[in-house]
């Protein structure tokens, strides 16, 4: 985690480039000594972790929920989770300002993640998402909470985030519906016209039903009766038809607004490249076309044998094997210091800030970045991966644990997908190379 001013940007998820966010007070857990007092613009201190004496003040020694934060952090810092924890929960309890507040929960929930303890993390995000403001994209990025992610309880809050409500706040919904509004630019002005049509047709209806009873009551100055049934008819038929197309819009909507959370998630999780390097799967968008390998190990190892057979024209076209073996046990790598990414990852995973757009924006960056590439990937948090194949399997209907493949676009999102393992002679009929013109109306 890294320290970050406050509330100075809240800034949208986007998905065609890589998503930087202002994050809550996090301090960080492995450079503690080189973090500095900022302060915000309304003015407010946020906490020094300096070692410098001259940043200390006279009541140094008063224990507060500052100094609190800070020594749990320290402890954090040196592997000595429980410690850590009783400091951010001492913190909680002694009278902490909102910022403080954020800042203990949402590390007291990297501990409990860290033991494993899921349904205690999503706990404590709940609190901070629905009552201190804590953004749902700050917990999607941070590595310390990979194995969070992983969890059941993750995608139960994710999904009490997509719908909204008073139990977890709206920020992340809105997040997503901006998305969905620029991927479905009439979507509202549709939904306005069906209202109105409404509207009009219940209008009509409200007149005409009364002059039906009288056609069919008769007399010298009834209407025609075939004429207002008519009418009627077309009404009533009219306003079934708008408010059906009305739900079916809103239908559509919320599907759009899973997939683009689930893209969310898919850009997120983390790869090894053939240098040892971790990066995100956003940091390829346009870049490379991903093509995932689920299944059995013989199964998928096969499929790689054959694809080394066109090896040359695949690098053409930018494919990148990742290979997800099933239920693939990995003894997890615990650092002795600082927690989440080890120490050469740190700097290859996306820091949060204007410095990260920067730098992944720039030509030197991916220039270096794309020749690290290689033909094949290694996946990291292979439990992140599955949870997300098997969630895209189940949105096509498909049994979860099958062998499938995924071929994803330049621009991060899904191409089509298969049961089975791909033919790799047809993907490579089927994709243009990199350079392209078709390519480049891709990213």
Known sequence: MAVATLALHQQWLSFSNPITRTRP??????????????KNLAGISLISCSSSSTSQSTDANTETAESCVNLGLQLFSKGRVKDALVQFETALSLDPN????????????????????????????????REYNLKFGTILNDPDLASFRAL??????????????????YSFRRDLKLISEVQAPFRGIRRFFYVAFSAAAGIS??????????????????????????NVVINIGGLIVLVALFLWEN???????TQISRDENLSRLPLRLSTNRIVELVQLRDTVRPVILAGKKATVSLSIQQAARFRTELLRRGVLLVPVIWDEVRAPQ???????APS??????????EEFEKRTQSITAKSKLKAEIRFKAEVVSPSEWERWIRDQQKSEGVTPGED???????????????????DWQQIVKELPPIEALLSKLER
Request: contains cysteine; glycine residues 12%.
């Open 251 to 257: 239908k559509k909507e919320e599907e759009q607004l």
């Open 98 to 129: 909102p910022i403080e507040v954020q800042a203990a929960l949402y590390n007291k929930a990297c501990c409990h993640a860290y033991k494993g303890e899921g349904r205690k993390a999503a706990d404590c995000l709940r609190t901070a998402l």
């Open 344 to 353: 050469k990852a740190a700097a290859a995973l996306p820091s949060i800030g």
């Open 205 to 230: 209806t409200f007149f005409t039903v009364p002059r039906l009873f009288r056609a069919i009551s008769g007399g010298d100055d009834a209407p025609d009766l075939w004429e207002t049934a008519g």
């Open 334 to 340: 615990i650092e002795k210091k600082g927690f989440g």
């Open 25 to 38: 007070w996090l301090p960080g857990r492995t450079t503690l000594t080189h973090l500095q007092i900022h």
């Open 404 to 422: 499938v493949y995924i071929i994803l676009r330049l621009d991060g999102r899904v191409r089509r997908s298969g049961k089975g393992m791909p």
């Open 152 to 169: 059941p309880e993750f995608k139960e809050l994710q999904e009490e985030a997509r719908l909204g409500g008073e139990d977890i706040g």
